[in-house]
């Protein structure tokens, strides 16, 4: 079994077409691929919906950001 972070496999874009299927675009180090439903798609839904639970609200985002920012680049 191989152990992963959701997110940490490449980039990926999930369209939600209006009346129409949903489609996501799956990149990584060999290029990219689009797919059109099946496991592709909900795997990598439930990836995004895996990174959004963890992820901070805006706020604390862009607070967190600019304390790491000036720990790191300030004198």
């Not at 675009?25 to 060999?30: H, N, Q, V």
């Not at 496991?39 to 990598?44: G, I, N, Q, V």
């Amino acid at each position: 079994m191989r152990a992963s972070s959701s997110g940490l496999e490449g980039a990926f874009i999930i369209a939600e077409l209006a009346d129409e299927q949903s489609i996501v675009f799956l990149e990584d180090a060999s290029g990219g691929r689009v797919a059109e439903g099946g496991p592709a798609l909900s795997e990598t839904a439930l990836r995004f919906e895996a990174l959004r639970s963890e992820a901070l609200p805006k706020p604390a985002s862009r607070d967190l950001i600019a304390k790491v920012a000036k720990e790191r680049w300030t004198a």
